[in-house]
């Protein structure tokens, strides 16, 4: 069975820092685009950052360069979202979600996905 769990979200200040973690069973994520989503109520769930299996293809949303960056563990089959200097707009239900080989766009183009992960940001 094809899994993708998240983890480490939670409440964090402004200017804060926080480490999501995708974690995948059932199949290699060495071999698969992971993808960040986040999504707010009532708006799209949009792409915050992309790692496909080419080390050249690696996305970031504008929101978010400079300050989230994403890394793979393949001896733990995991990827990682590093998020520092948080903002109150990063608030989100962020998921992570896989598609073979590269990275795309939008959330329809993606095969699986996890359960996600509350961030809130606030003071």
């Excluded at 799209?44 to 790692?51: D, F």
């Excluded at 080390?55 to 300050?67: H, I, Q, W």
């Excluded at 733990?76 to 990275?103: F, G, R, W």
Aim: hydrophobic fraction near 35%; aromatic fraction near 12%; include cysteine.
């Amino acid at each position: 069975q094809l899994q993708l769990v998240e983890s480490g979200g939670g409440l964090v200040q402004p200017g804060g820092s926080l480490r999501l973690s995708c974690a995948a069973s059932g199949f290699t994520l060495r071999t698969y685009a992971i993808g960040w989503f986040r999504q707010v109520p009532g708006k799209e769930r949009i792409l915050v950052s992309c790692t496909g299996t080419s080390v050249s293809n690696t996305l970031y949303a504008d929101s978010v360069k400079g300050r989230f960056t994403i890394s793979r563990d393949n001896a733990k089959n995991t990827v990682h979202l590093q998020m520092n200097s948080l903002k109150p707009e990063d608030t989100a239900v962020y998921y992570c979600a896989a598609v073979p080989k590269i990275c795309w766009q939008y959330s329809y183009q993606y095969d699986y996905w996890g359960q996600g992960t509350q961030v809130a940001v606030s003071s």
